[in-house]
């Protein structure tokens, strides 16, 4: 066993609000105790314990390391083309999937895993120290536990999402489709996964079919999270409340209905500022759901085509600027939000039995992370008590 002392720490953001003012539990002039792997006391500086080594935080902000809860990163190719149509006036569709589905397919296992390695290293640099990450730009039995099993090489929160879009093998048998991802997919895809996602939208899913996607996941052991009204109001946000999904991950076209049942139910609302921010969308309601006590969490989509960002930074900047976030709210989204949005209690906070992730910013504050947007204040990165970064 090695102890760790983190000292002279000019603001830290436990997340834990018996430690601490607000919610963020925020401690000035703090210092952190690392056992190993996990977090072993966190206080004013002032009263902190002797520890095998010491290390001077330079009067530095230190918050949690970031949970980027969605992410797409099995994929090969870009979609630069795309996005420059898109910003000269094109609008997202989601049949633009099929591109990366072409470029997956025909890529080797070690070209997708090294893909998936570079961005979850680009993430990591830039703060991130939890991952979820998904399937869906394979759409075959094959290709989809493929993208599953180099998935789960690089993180333990891996989603099937098989019913990304109606794969085009079957778009004359979109019923013949749903068949399979919930029969021979799923019994493939299980294995490697924790969680099951739908994309309920216009020109993907229905209500109906995403019902029965969900339910055949849970059935085999997986949890449900839902890419919900996206790019129209529809069914999504609703059925994942209704499931007791983990997440709903979008909420940007949500009716009064759709947050009260978010309200009222224990599914978080994930927004995604990156997706809105590259498909020239209107931004989700933050504020409203905030004010009405729905858990916010923010992540980053990152995928190559509705948002190819890796940095939760430049999402948090995005939540203040435009999502009328607090910088306050959109740290907490960012870290413990995420945390909620994959039922995790061990990350996404710095306080004792934690695992101890977290990020030094080069900041005498976490409002820099908004306050200087597009600047690299992340310093250095721990994950598991290791400086990594
Ligand atoms: O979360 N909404 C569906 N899936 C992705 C976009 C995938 C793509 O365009 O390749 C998203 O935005
Ligand atoms: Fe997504």
Same mark, same amino acid.
């Given at each position: ?24 539990? !925020? ?60 910003? $000269? ?22 070209? /997708? $895993? ?33 993208? !599953? ?11 099937? !999402? ?23 997919? /799923? ?83 994930? /927004? ?45 900047? !995005? ?38 992730? /977290? ?31």
């Amino acid at each position: 066993m090695t102890t760790t002392l983190i000292t002279n720490i000019g603001s830290l953001v436990t997340n834990d609000p018996t430690l601490g003012e607000g919610p963020l539990g !925020l401690i000035k002039d703090a210092a952190l105790v690392l056992e190993d792997e996990k977090v072993s006391w966190a206080g004013p500086a002032a009263q902190a314990p002797a520890a095998d080594q010491a290390v001077d935080a330079a009067g530095r902000a230190v918050i949690p390391g970031f949970v980027d809860s969605h992410s797409h990163l099995v994929f090969a190719g870009d979609r630069t083309a795309e996005f420059n149509a898109r910003m $000269s006036g094109q609008p997202y569709k989601a049949g633009g999937i099929r591109t990366t589905v072409a470029a997956t397919r025909a890529a080797t296992d070690a070209e /997708l $895993s090294a893909n998936v390695a570079k961005y979850m290293w680009e993430a990591l640099r830039q703060g991130t120290t939890t991952f979820e990450t998904k399937s869906g730009y394979g759409l075959t039995v094959e290709d989809e536990a493929r993208a !599953l099993r180099i998935a789960a090489e690089h993180t333990d929160e891996v989603t099937y !999402l098989g019913a990304h879009i109606v794969s085009p093998d079957y778009a004359d048998d979109p019923a013949a489709y749903v068949k399979l991802v919930t029969g021979e997919m /799923l019994d493939a895809c299980a294995p490697y996964a924790r969680w099951v996602d739908v994309f309920c939208e216009k020109g993907a899913f229905d209500g109906d079919q995403a019902r029965a996607i969900l339910k055949a996941g849970q059935a085999k052991g997986l949890q449900a999270r839902v890419h919900a009204n996206q790019l129209t109001y529809g069914p999504g946000v609703q059925l994942a409340v209704e499931l007791d999904a983990a997440s709903a991950d979008h909420c940007t076209h949500l009716t009064d209905a759709d947050i009260d049942a978010l309200a009222q139910g224990d599914t978080v609302a994930t /927004l995604l500022p990156g997706a809105e921010f590259s498909t020239r969308a209107e931004w989700p309601d933050a504020r409203r759901l905030i004010d009405v006590g729905v858990t916010v969490a923010l992540s980053t989509d990152c995928n190559p085509g509705s948002s190819f960002t890796s940095s939760m930074p430049f999402c948090i900047a !995005l939540a203040v600027r435009d999502m009328l976030m607090t910088p306050d709210e959109a740290i907490w989204s960012a870290t413990a939000g995420g945390a909620a949005a994959l039922r995790r209690t061990d990350v996404g906070r710095l306080s004792v039995g934690a695992r101890a992730d /977290l990020v030094v910013l080069d900041a005498p504050s976490h409002v820099h992370l908004a306050y200087r947007p597009g600047v690299p204040l992340v310093a250095e990165v721990w994950r598991k008590g290791v400086r990594t970064v």
